[in-house]
């Protein structure tokens, strides 16, 4: 299985990266190093939603349904008060 920080670094072939350093001025190093650093963080909200079959169905119900992208696609939403951050 391919851990989770290259799965991160590797999404949408590796321009989520991009993407992400751009929206929040940062060089792509320093994204890099940031998602490093928050992998804790990833890992257990990921542990979190699969430790029980419910919050599993859930989870794969949320990422199967494609709506997740948006998030790739508009980053900054998450940080207005309308896109919950």
Known sequence: MIPLFDMMMQ???GKAM???AKQFGLAQEQMAK???AL???FS???KRNTANP???STFLTAMSSGNYA???RGLE???HAAGGG
């Open 11 to 13: 999404a949408q072939n």
């Open 18 to 20: 991009d993407v992400m």
């Open 34 to 36: 940031a998602t490093a």
């Open 39 to 41: 992998m804790p963080a």
């Open 44 to 46: 257990t909200a990921l």
């Open 54 to 56: 419910y919050d599993f």
């Open 70 to 72: 948006q998030y790739f």
């Open 77 to 79: 939403q998450g940080f």
